[in-house]
Structures are given as structure tokens and as C-alpha cells.
């Protein structure tokens, strides 16, 4: 099966934007694992440097940290 996503990039996640490390394609969401094309990246944690796949993602992970206080 072609991968069209081609490779990974690397991002420093900032609060409201993102500076890109290295060229690539796409991140991989820190709960799902799923692949997230980078014209479709909309959230993402600055203090986690985590990106999310969508809302959900984003609020599992977080209350995950709480859970475990780290937030």
C-alpha cells in the first residue's frame, strides 16, 4: 500500500502556532497514534509538545496528566 502521507515532521509546538524542526508531511497524534496531515493540525499542547488528532484527543490526554497530577 502507498503511504501518501510521505514522512514525518518534526515541530516545536508554541502557544498558538508551531515552528517547524524538520520538513515532513504529517505528525502523529500523542493519544490516537493516528497520522495528522500538517494543513490539518488544530491542536496541540505547548507544554506537553504533544500533537492531537482532534478536541477528544486533546481532552483525553489532559486528563490523563491530571490524573496522574502533572498538571
Known sequence: MLDTLGR???LRYLSGSYQLLSPGDFVTCA???KRIPLQALRYW???FQEAYVDAAAATIRYAEKREKGEI
Open 31 to 33: 493519544v490516537t497514534g
Open 45 to 47: 499542547s505547548h507544554e
Open 8 to 10: 514525518p515532521a518534526r
